[in-house]
Structures are given as C-alpha cells and as structure tokens.
C-alpha cells in the first residue's frame, strides 16, 4: 500500500480556543505519537487530511507525515468528529513500521443480489458492518467484500467463513455471525389482523351456532304445540 503524503505544522497552541480557531483557519488539531516518541501536538490542512483519508484505503491509509522536515510513516487513529456537521475536529497520528502488524477496523460490504431470497420475500441482514483485522500496514485491505448472490433463505455467514488475503488475521470469535438471510418478517400489525380476523371468524362461528340453536329450538316448540292442538279426546 503506497503512503500518501502529509505536511504537519508543529508547536500548535494549546487550548479549546485555540483549537477553534486552527479549525476556523482550515486546520485540524491533531497530535503524533508511537515508538517511544513523546506526543507531538500538529496541525494538518483540513482538505489534505479529508483527501487522503477519503482514497481507496479509507481510514486505514498509510501517511507519510511531514513534520518539520522529519518524515513520520503514521496512520490515522482516534478520529474525534463535530456531532452535527461529522467533520474532523481532532485526529492522532500513530506511528507505525512496515513490518509490524497493527490492528485496524476494515468495512464488511455485500455485493451481487440475492436473488432466491427475494423471491421468497426474505430479507438479508448484515449483523457486523465493519471487522477489526491483523496485519503489517501494506497488507490491511481496503474492504472485506462477501458476495450473496448465492444465498437463500435460512443461510447465513459467520466470521469464519470468511476467507482473508494471506497475512490478515482476526481475533474475532469464528461463530460470529456477519450475515444472516431471514424469512419474510411478520410485523406486529399482520399481527394484530390475523389475531383480529381470527376473533371475527370465532365470533361469526359462534353466532351461527347460537342461530342454528334458536332455529332447532323454535322447530321444535312448534312440533310439541302442533302434537297438542291435534289431539282429540277419547269418545265416550
């Protein structure tokens, strides 16, 4: 993975205050630090960071910082961003070797379609949309990718079924599920009408059997009433 190229000024004033005005002045505060190296607090060009940070390796690029001549091989960590607007409003520079293994949170993206759960009106749910991965720096990938296109109902993929590039790594538990193609789901108001038509068809059943009851009842009070008018007493 090649670096990206970064320039830092050193010896930024400290403070909230003066934080607001580096980042009024298109500057994000930041610090660098790692290797036994004591926290040197930076500033970097707001534009250059959100170039480099939005390149194919996302959050996981390697930058070469430029820090007072010295070349520092960083990556970017502890990211801190305004709540409202999602811009950076702080970022450390870790300092890292080639051949060390680092950790780093790489996105889990799903590509094709998965058409057989569709047809059956099923639902794909991704359950881990990101998966923290071991490796030297130039062996982080951009992205883990799982195709689904041949997925269908009841099928699911676990962390271990994952297969990584030669040299990554994970600590996460292999039963870990990531995704998980789910029956059609039944909301609560389906609910709430098949118990409802449920009600109304017990109901309708038992009218008509308290009907069929009041009819067999009159039949037959008619048929004692018709056997007493019809009788005749006895000639003497």
Same mark, same amino acid.
């Given at each position: 993975?090649?670096? +990206? !190229? $970064?320039?830092?000024?050193?010896?930024?004033?400290?403070? !909230?205050?003066?934080? #607001? #005005?580096?980042?009024?002045?298109?500057?994000?505060?930041? @610090?660098?630090?790692?290797?036994?190296?004591?926290? $040197?607090?930076?500033?970097?060009?707001? #534009?250059?960071?959100?170039?480099?940070?939005? !390149?194919?390796?996302?959050?996981?690029?390697?930058?070469?910082? !430029?820090?007072?001549?010295?070349?520092? $091989?960083?990556?970017?960590?502890?990211?801190?961003?305004?709540?409202?607007?999602?811009?950076?409003?702080?970022?450390?520079?870790?300092?890292?070797?080639?051949?060390?293994?680092?950790?780093? *949170?790489?996105?889990?993206? $799903?590509?094709?379609?998965?058409?057989?759960?569709? #047809?059956?009106?099923?639902?794909?749910?991704?359950?881990?949309?990101?998966?923290?991965?071991?490796?030297?720096?130039?062996?982080?990938?951009?992205? +883990?990718?799982?195709?689904?296109?041949?997925?269908?109902?009841?099928?699911? @993929?676990? @962390?271990?079924?994952?297969?990584?590039?030669?040299?990554?790594?994970? *600590?996460? *538990?292999?039963?870990?599920?990531?995704?998980?193609?789910?029956?059609?789901?039944?909301?609560?108001?389906?609910? +709430?009408?098949?118990?409802?038509?449920?009600?109304?068809?017990?109901?309708?059943?038992?009218?008509?059997?308290?009907?069929?009851?009041?009819?067999?009842?009159?039949?037959?009070?008619?048929?004692?009433?018709?056997?007493?008018?019809?009788?005749?007493?006895?000639?003497?």
């Amino acid at each position: 993975m090649p670096e +990206i !190229s $970064l320039v830092a000024d050193a010896g930024r004033p400290a403070g !909230s205050s003066s934080a #607001r #005005r580096l980042r009024a002045s298109g500057k994000i505060p930041g @610090v660098v630090y790692g290797h036994g190296m004591d926290p $040197l607090p930076v500033a970097v060009d707001a #534009r250059a960071l959100r170039s480099a940070l939005t !390149s194919d390796a996302g959050l996981n690029a390697l930058l070469s910082l !430029s820090v007072d001549g010295t070349q520092h $091989l960083t990556m970017a960590r502890e990211i801190q961003r305004d709540r409202v607007r999602g811009t950076v409003t702080h970022v450390d520079f870790q300092i890292v070797r080639r051949d060390e293994v680092v950790a780093a *949170d790489v996105p889990v993206t $799903l590509i094709g379609d998965a058409i057989e759960v569709h #047809r059956g009106d099923g639902v794909v749910a991704q359950e881990i949309f990101s998966l923290t991965v071991r490796a030297t720096p130039d062996r982080l990938p951009h992205a +883990i990718e799982i195709d689904i296109s041949g997925l269908a109902i009841g099928d699911h @993929v676990r @962390v271990g079924d994952l297969k990584l590039a030669e040299g990554v790594s994970t *600590d996460v *538990d292999p039963e870990t599920a990531i995704l998980v193609a789910q029956p059609p789901q039944v909301s609560e108001a389906d609910l +709430i009408t098949e118990d409802q038509a449920a009600e109304a068809a017990e109901a309708e059943a038992a009218a008509e059997g308290e009907e069929g009851a009041a009819a067999e009842g009159g039949e037959g009070a008619a048929s004692a009433g018709d056997g007493a008018g019809g009788s005749e007493a006895p000639e003497g």
